[in-house]
């Protein structure tokens, strides 16, 4: 298992990725109603407000993943988050996942936030690798993982019904090795 207790501040150029705090609930709420938001993640619009305060209040004290907000420096808002989670005893792996709400997106915030929160994960642990799956209509994300070095693993065929329409997930996954010489 990685310990991932501690919950670190990570600063870019555009943006910083930060525990949680408090203040941020509603911030999150508006990028996880967005629509761009729960088409790319899958999301269905059950949405339990309680629930989703509870579990944001409780991510700074997981001690078995990573959550962090990615706050735009400028505005010094929350506008999505990043997670690594989901421990793979067996591949010494972990998965990867992001959301953009609507006030961070095409600003590169983004790109950043994964290169950042990648190379804190393979610098601070012993990881062999990092994985993700995103939906095949997502290019945007797409492109975003491709060059900072994921390569694809897989396809699930059909693994979301979207609109009428069967949508396949791509299974992408960045080795240490990889990731050492991108």
Request: charged residues 35%; hydrophobic residues 35%.
């Amino acid at each position: 298992m990685i310990d991932l207790k501690k919950k670190p501040t990570l600063v870019g150029d555009k943006i910083v990725l930060r525990p949680f705090q408090e203040d941020d609930f509603s911030y999150m709420e508006e990028c996880l109603m967005d629509p761009e938001v729960m088409k790319f993640t899958g999301s269905d619009s059950d949405y339990d407000r309680d629930f989703v305060l509870e579990w944001y209040n409780t991510r700074n004290i997981q001690e078995d993943r990573l959550d962090l907000a990615i706050v735009d420096k400028h505005r010094q808002v929350p506008v999505g988050e990043v997670v690594i989670n989901l421990y793979d005893e067996k591949k010494h792996s972990m998965n990867f996942r992001i959301l953009i709400g609507p006030r961070g997106r095409d600003q590169g915030f983004g790109s950043e936030a994964t290169k950042l929160m990648i190379d804190y994960i393979f610098r601070n642990t012993d990881l062999k690798q990092i994985t993700l799956g995103v939906y095949a209509f997502n290019a945007r994300a797409r492109r975003v993982y491709e060059k900072i070095g994921f390569e694809l693993e897989s396809i699930d065929k059909d693994d979301l019904e979207y609109e009428g329409e069967l949508i396949d997930a791509y299974n992408m996954v960045l080795t240490r090795e990889r990731w050492l010489i991108m």
